[in-house]
C-alpha cells in the first residue's frame, strides 16, 4: 500500500529529474561504462586493504587464520584486480595525455603488479623497522603488537610504502587513491611521491601533511599537525602552474619534529640528528644536530587575586 | 562443547545486566520503536553515499557501469529512503518543539526530496567549478580524474552543497549527520549552515572547521587547519546560549587562506581577493587585496659549534 | 578466455612472490593461527560497534528497533565475542612477557566481560551529561537527538568511557584497538588509560590529543587541535624509555580550552574553572579561575593603498 504511494510522489517527477541528470553526460565527473572508465574508489580501497593484509597477515582482518589461507588464498586475487586496475588508469592516462608510444596497457599493468608483489619482502623488511620505531619512541607502546594492530601511523606508513613503490612503477592515479583513504582514515596525508627512509615514525598523526617531492631519510620521528609543504608554487609564462617540480623540503636521518611544526620549501633541508620543536614554522635549512625552539610566546595569565 | 560452556557463564549475569539497561527505556539516547524514531546514522549515511554517487556516476563505488544502471536504477530508491528518513526527522522536530502548524510531515518530506533532486544538476554545475579550482590549484594534481577519485576537500565539498540545500529546504537534523560524515572522513568540518560560492578548494583538508553562519564567496582556496570559527557566544537573560545568530566570518571572492590560520567572529569580514597567511590570527576585517602575514617567530636555532 | 589468460602470467610468478612472503614466518607482524594469534583488527571494531549501539539503542544502526530485539538480542552475542578477544589478548601478553601467575585466562576474560556489561548503565549516565553539556554548550547544536546522531565528540567520549574501564580491568590490547577506530573516525585521539569526568565536550575535535596519564575533572569543554601532552620522556639506566609512568597534565573542573592549545607535562595542572585561549603553549601548572591569553601576533597587513 505505503510502497504504491511512495512510487507515485515521485514517479510524477521523474521525467524533470532524469532530464537535468542527462544533462552532463560527458561532463568531468563521469565514469562510465563508455566514458573514462576507471576503476571505481571502493573498488581501489578493497584491493588496497588486500594488498595490507598480505603485508600483516591476520592482523587487520577478522581472526587468526593460517598462513595459506591469507597469503595463498589471496594472491592471484589481488594480482588480477590490481592488473585490471592499473590497466585501465593508464588507458585514461594515454586517451587524456594523446600518449601514443605507451604500448600495451595490459603488458604495462601486468609487469607493473608483478614488480609491486615482488617488491613485498622488502616492504616488509621497512615496516618491521617502523614497527620498532613506535615500540621504541613511544612511552605508551606496552607491546609490539599493540603498535600493529592500533597505530595509525604505521598504517598510513604502510599504505604509503605500497602506494610509493606504485609511483616507481610509473602507475597512475590508483596510488592517490589508496594514499587518500590512508588519509580518510588516520588524518595523515603523505603524498605517494614522498621519499622516506626506514624506521619511520609517526605518533597520534592527525593533520600531518608530508609533500609529493620531500625526501625523507631514516629513523626520523613525527608528531601530529607536521606540515612538510611547499614554500610558494611556480608558474610557467602562461600563469599556470608548473606540476613536478621540486617544492617540498628534505629531512635527513634521526631527525625529531614535535607537534604542529611548519616547514616548507623545495630548498629547505633538516640536517641529521635535529630537534624541530614544537609549533616551530621554518622556512630554510638548519645544519645537523641543530635544535630548534620557537620563543613560544608567554601566555598572559589572569587570576582572581 | 565450548558455545554450551559459553552461554552458561554468560546467562547466569544475564537478569542483572539486563535490569541495568532497562533502567534507561525513556533517556535521551534511545532511539526506538516506541520513542524518538528518527532513522539511524547508519541509514542516512548510506543514502547520502547513493546521493553523492549520482553526483559522480562510476566514480566512488566499485566499477564502471552504463549511466542507465547508475541513475535510473537508483533515483527512485534514493527518493524513497531520503523521504522517509526527512519525514522522522521533521516529526521528531515538532514532537520536540511542540509545534502545531507544521501540519503533514509526510508532504514536507516529498515536497524536500523533489527538491533536492530536481537542484541536483545545479548542485553538479558548482562541483564541475570545484573540480577546475583544484586542477588549476594544485602542482600535485597531474589530472582530473585524479581530483575526482582521490581529493578529500571535493568529497567533503560534494557533501556539504547537498546538506546545504537541504538546509535551504528546512530539513533538521538528517544534514548534520550527513556532514559530519564527511567530517568523519576527510577531517574537515562544514556546518550545513555555511554559505560557499563556487570554484571552492581545500587543499589536504585536516582540521579544517567552517562554522554555521560563514559566507564564502567565489574561487576560495583553504588549506589544511583553516577555522573560520565564533569568537563568542551570546546568552539571554537567563544565560543560555542564543542559537542560529551570526557569529562566523564572511570571506569575499579570491581570497586565499594557508594552513592553521585562525579567523574568527560575525563581524569579520576577508576582503576580496585577499591573501591570509600561515598560522594567521585574525578577529577583525581586512579591505580587498590585504595581505596578512604573521611576523613569524624567529625560532632559536642551536647548533653544535 | 580471459580469466585464463590472466592466471597465467600471474601463476608464472607465483613461486617467487610466495617464496619472498614465506620468508617472514615468524617476523612481527604476523597474527596466524599457529603464532601471535590475537582477535583481527576488523572483528575488534565490529564488537565495538555493538557495545556502542547498546549504549545509544537505535541511534548508529539501520532504523528503530524495538529495545527487545537490540538489547536482549545482542548481550549474549558480544559478550561471547568480546570474551573470546580479551582471552586471546591476555594469552599472547602473558606469552610476551613470560607471565606466569595470571592463571586462567579464560576466567579473567569472562571477569572482564561481566564486569564491563555491568558497568554500562554506569557509563550510559555519564555521556547522558556530556549530550547536555554539548547541547548546553553549542550554540549550533540544534536538538538533542542532533547531538546524539551526529556529534563526533560524543562518540570518541563514549567509546573512551568503554575503552577506559577495560583499562580498569586490566584487559590488554584490545581497547588500543577500539580508541584508535575513534581516532580514525573522528580524529579525537584520546589513550584509554586517561581518566575523563562527567560532562565532558569536545567540540569539532580534529586534532585533539589527550594522554594516557591524563586526568580531567568534570564539565570540562576541548575544542579541535588540544593536545594535552607529553613534556619530555624519561629513560632508565639502559636509555630505554621508562613506560607507564606521569607525564600528561591534570585539568580540574569547569575548565575551558580552546583550539590549538598546547598543555604540556606531567607536573602542570590546571585550576579549576579556568580558560585557557586558542593556540596557547603552557608547561606550567596554573591557579583555579585563571585566564590564559596568547599575545595574540598582531598580523602585518598590507593593503593596496
Known amino acids: 500500500m505505503k510502497k504504491e504511494r511512495d512510487s507515485a510522489w515521485i514517479e510524477k517527477h521523474l521525467p524533470s529529474i532524469l532530464a537535468g541528470f542527462q544533462s552532463c553526460t560527458d561532463c568531468s565527473m563521469v565514469n562510465l561504462q563508455k566514458g573514462t572508465n576507471l576503476p571505481g574508489q571502493r573498488a581501489v580501497v578493497e584491493t588496497l586493504e588486500e594488498i595490507i593484509s598480505l603485508l600483516f597477515p591476520g592482523c587487520y582482518g577478522y581472526m587468526p587464520l593460517g598462513q595459506d589461507e591469507i597469503i595463498l588464498g589471496r594472491v592471484v586475487g589481488v594480482a588480477e584486480k590490481l592488473a585490471d586496475m592499473i590497466e585501465q588508469a593508464k588507458a585514461y592516462c594515454c586517451r587524456e595525455n594523446q600518449c601514443t608510444k605507451c604500448g600495451d596497457c595490459r603488458a604495462f599493468?601486468?609487469?607493473?603488479?608483478?614488480?609491486?608483489?615482488?617488491?613485498?619482502?622488502?616492504?616488509?623488511t621497512l615496516l618491521h623497522e617502523d614497527i620498532l620505531a613506535a615500540y621504541e619512541g613511544d612511552p605508551a607502546a606496552h607491546s609490539v603488537m599493540e603498535v600493529v594492530m592500533s597505530y595509525p601511523g604505521l598504517y598510513a606508513v604502510a599504505v604509503h610504502r605500497v602506494a610509493h613503490h606504485l609511483v616507481a612503477l610509473d602507475v597512475p592515479i590508483i596510488q592517490r587513491v589508496m594514499s587518500e583513504h590512508a588519509h580518510a582514515k588516520t588524518g595523515i596525508d603523505i603524498h605517494p611521491g614522498a621519499t622516506i627512509g626506514a624506521g619511520f615514525f609517526i605518533d597520534h598523526g592527525t593533520g600531518v601533511v608530508i609533500g609529493e617531492t620531500c625526501v625523507i631519510g631514516k629513523n626520523v620521528k613525527l608528531y601530529q599537525g607536521v606540515t612538510?609543504?611547499?614554500?610558494?608554487?611556480?608558474k610557467d609564462e602562461h600563469g599556470n602552474l608548473i606540476?613536478?617540480?621540486?617544492?617540498?623540503?628534505?629531512?635527513?636521518?634521526d631527525v625529531i619534529i614535535y607537534a604542529g611544526a611548519t616547514i616548507l620549501g623545495g630548498d629547505t633541508r633538516i640536517g641529521h640528528g635535529s630537534v624541530i620543536g614544537g609549533n616551530v614554522w621554518l622556512t630554510h635549512s638548519v645544519p645537523p644536530f641543530?635544535?630548534?625552539?620557537?620563543?613560544q610566546p608567554d601566555p598572559i595569565i589572569r587570576t582572581r587575586e
Request: aromatic share 4%.
Open 243 to 253: 606540476k613536478g617540480n621540486k617544492r617540498h623540503p628534505d629531512v635527513e636521518d
Open 290 to 295: 641543530s635544535k630548534v625552539y620557537n620563543q
Open 228 to 234: 612538510l609543504g611547499a614554500l610558494s608554487f611556480a
Open 109 to 124: 599493468a601486468e609487469k607493473a603488479t608483478v614488480g609491486l608483489l615482488e617488491a613485498m619482502p622488502g616492504i616488509r
